[in-house]
């Protein structure tokens, strides 16, 4: 009897398998086992994580890296198992693969982020061509639910959260509050509509690269300000949601993402102003005295040392504009990274791995 | 029609870790005290090493720090629980 060829013998999956009724069943089997975010799930079959692992050329067993505090390996197989029960196609799996590996960098301090009582969720911001082989929209409710791709991309993560490494509510997950972005919290960059350099070409990818930026994050704090085309003005509302968080949430330095859709974008555009001249303006703006605290009832911690300054930057690169939005509108955002910088956003580059045999 | 699915989950061992074996006594011993720095530990864990020192008959009470209370403890705090009989891990916020 002649052997398979190599080439030909697919990698064996790991995962316990199970075999259930039908798809209406297999709600009420995840569900039941606290492997869902309480939506319907995409039924894990072995052939669609096998779709997902083949477009990423990556045997099930890819080591991806280690998540340290629980020792826990992160495989390609898991992932997928959690992208698909998401909704996501094998063309959204290098995107999810890419977010997770960032984040399991040693900055972005995953453990922490994800168990904190601080709530945040993970931003996950997407730039490059593959915004648009995927049909991800940076305009219209971008950071709601603009279109597929981002809406799955963000569930996938969180999945994976809570079933590889235990961050559901109550169990390493100890938010007190929580925020919708733990569902999904996912935004393309409006690259074709921006004056500007992508976010992660400023982060140090090569041009037309696709990269993923992973920050954990605090809820969007939206505002309004149409009353002036000046940048610094309009800086100073940007500025002023960044010192409401200092006072309110936590006055610790980190990066914030500042969202500025078209009709603000359109008012640096025609003054010339690039994302480093808002990172400048933003970074030196953006300070408190700690004897603010007592104006929003935090008195009893002011102490002797109300004059001290804080500001909300060490370094201006830790400002992350992001061109986002619909095209009319004069509001903006601030996303507020989880408690100041023990967490640091991460870039990294969209890649397959072609040295992987499959 | 039945369908077949995957396991999401990490499958790990489901007991991640066994307790320590207690000790019999805390008489004499020296105890460790990591505190996760929140500002409300200090006063807590002042009053544990009273109780400790005047009502367990303990020895020694050490008390350390963590650099970074969202992170796990450095690996250098850890090298001195060598030298202890008991440890308390504080987490608080």
Same mark, same amino acid.
């Given at each position: ?6 080439e ?8 316990k398998?199970?075999? @259930? ?21 995409v039924?894990p079959?072995?052939q669609?994580v ?9 045997p099930?067993d ?10 826990r ?9 959690n992208?698909?029960?998401?909704g996501?196609l ?9 977010a ?9 301090l ?10 945040c ?18 305009s ?5 639910p603009s279109?597929?791709?981002t ?14 490494l235990d ?13 919708p972005?733990k ?10 509509h921006s004056?500007?350099?992508?976010l ?8 037309l690269?696709s990269a993923?930026t992973?920050?954990a994050?605090g ?6 300000n149409e ?14 949601e960044?010192r409401a ?9 980190g990066n914030?993402?500042?969202?500025v859709?078209?009709? @603000?974008r ?17 970074a030196q703006?953006?300070?408190i005295r700690?004897?603010e ?12 040392r ?11 690169n ?8 619909g ?19 991460v870039?990294m580059?969209?890649g397959?791995?072609?040295d992987c045999?499959? | 029609?039945s ?7 990490h ?5 991640a ?6 000790l019999?006594?805390l ?21 544990v090493?009273?109780a ?6 303990v ?9 970074n ?7 250098? @705090?850890l090298n001195e629980?060598?030298?202890w ?9």
């Amino acid at each position: 009897m002649a052997s398979v060829p190599q080439e030909k013998r697919k990698p064996a999956l790991r995962s316990k398998r199970y075999a @259930l009724d039908d798809v209406m069943a297999a709600q009420e089997f995840f569900h039941s086992r606290g492997w869902t975010d309480g939506l319907p799930i995409v039924p894990p079959t072995p052939q669609a994580v096998e779709a997902c692992l083949e477009w990423v050329l990556m045997p099930p067993d890819q080591l991806l890296g280690i998540e340290p505090v629980r020792q826990r390996a992160i495989t390609a197989e898991k992932l997928a198992v959690n992208a698909v029960m998401a909704g996501c196609l094998p063309m959204h799996f290098p995107v999810v693969v890419t977010a997770f590996t960032a984040m399991l960098q040693e900055a972005f301090l995953l453990h922490g982020a994800t168990a904190s009582t601080g709530g945040c969720a993970i931003l996950i911001v997407v730039n490059g061509p593959v915004r648009s082989e995927l049909g991800m929209s940076g305009s219209f409710n971008a950071l709601g639910p603009s279109d597929r791709a981002t809406t799955v991309i963000g569930r996938a993560i969180r999945l994976i959260l809570c079933n590889l490494l235990d961050a559901r509510p109550g169990d390493v997950d100890r938010s007190t509050l929580g925020h919708p972005g733990k569902i999904s919290y996912c935004v393309a960059e409006d690259e074709e509509h921006s004056p500007w350099r992508p976010l992660a070409e400023e982060r140090g990818v090569p041009p037309l690269a696709s990269a993923v930026t992973v920050l954990a994050a605090g809820a969007p704090r939206q505002f309004m300000n149409e009353w002036t085309t000046q940048p610094e003005e309009i800086l100073d509302t940007y500025v002023a949601e960044i010192r409401a968080n200092m006072r309110h949430y936590s006055i610790w330095p980190g990066n914030y993402a500042l969202v500025v859709p078209p009709q @603000l974008r359109a008012h640096f555009e025609r003054a010339g102003w690039s994302k480093a001249d808002i990172r400048r303006y933003v970074a030196q703006q953006a300070r408190i005295r700690r004897g603010e605290w007592a104006e929003c009832g935090k008195g009893a911690v002011v102490g002797e040392r109300g004059d001290r300054e804080y500001a909300a930057f060490t370094d201006e690169n830790d400002v992350l504009v992001i061109a986002a939005g619909g095209p009319a509108g004069g509001f903006g955002a601030v996303i507020p990274p989880w408690y100041g910088n023990k967490s640091r956003a991460v870039t990294m580059a969209i890649g397959a791995c072609v040295d992987c045999e499959v | 029609m039945s369908i077949e699915v995957l396991d999401p989950s990490h499958e790990s061992d489901a007991r991640a870790f066994a307790p320590a074996k207690r000790l019999q006594t805390l008489e004499g011993a020296t105890v460790g005290i990591i505190s996760n720095g929140k500002k409300g530990t200090k006063p807590f864990f002042d009053a544990v090493e009273r109780a400790l020192l005047e009502g367990y008959g303990v020895a020694k009470v050490v008390r350390l720090t963590k650099a970074n209370y969202s992170a796990p403890v450095e690996p250098e @705090l850890l090298n001195e629980v060598e030298r202890w009989q008991a440890l308390i891990a504080g987490v608080g916020d």
